[in-house]
């Protein structure tokens, strides 16, 4: 059994997190001390680890919560989560993309040199030029 101080030096959760996981009802302590301390089975530092796995690929803790709740033989659900999530990704790829190229715009109207105007304050107000090259 493991103290929820060992839990979150095994998957790098921190604590308060975890009591945060354990009042959404996402993990549940399997048992306590007689001094009321929370303690997890190998159950619980496998579900905490699912869950640490499933933040850091972004996924929402309502969709941790989908597919925590699935059976493991639902495969069409937990497909469709999976791919749901990758959907946004990409989504959130192309913003940053559109992000990119609409900052290269703006560094490319200065360079930087004392000798001559520059032009950075006055591409950051032109909201047209980024939507004319970037749509």
Do not use: W
Not at 9 to 18: E, F, H, L, N, S
Not at 59 to 72: H, K, V
């Amino acid at each position: 059994m493991y103290s929820i101080g060992e839990l979150s030096q095994a998957t790098g959760v921190k604590v308060p997190t975890i009591r945060y996981y354990e009042g959404i009802g996402l993990l549940e302590a399997e048992g306590r001390t007689g001094g009321n301390q929370r303690r997890y089975g190998r159950a619980g530092l496998d579900r905490l680890t699912f869950i640490r796995h499933g933040r850091d690929l972004g996924l929402s803790l309502d969709a941790i919560r989908a597919l925590l709740d699935l059976d493991p033989a639902d495969h069409g659900k937990s497909h469709a989560i999976a791919e749901a999530h990758l959907a946004d990704v990409r989504a959130r790829v192309a913003r940053l993309r559109r992000l990119e190229a609409e900052l290269v715009r703006i560094v490319a109207a200065c360079d930087g040199a004392e000798a001559h105007t520059c032009n950075i304050l006055e591409a950051f107000g032109d909201h047209d030029a980024c939507e004319t090259e970037h749509g």
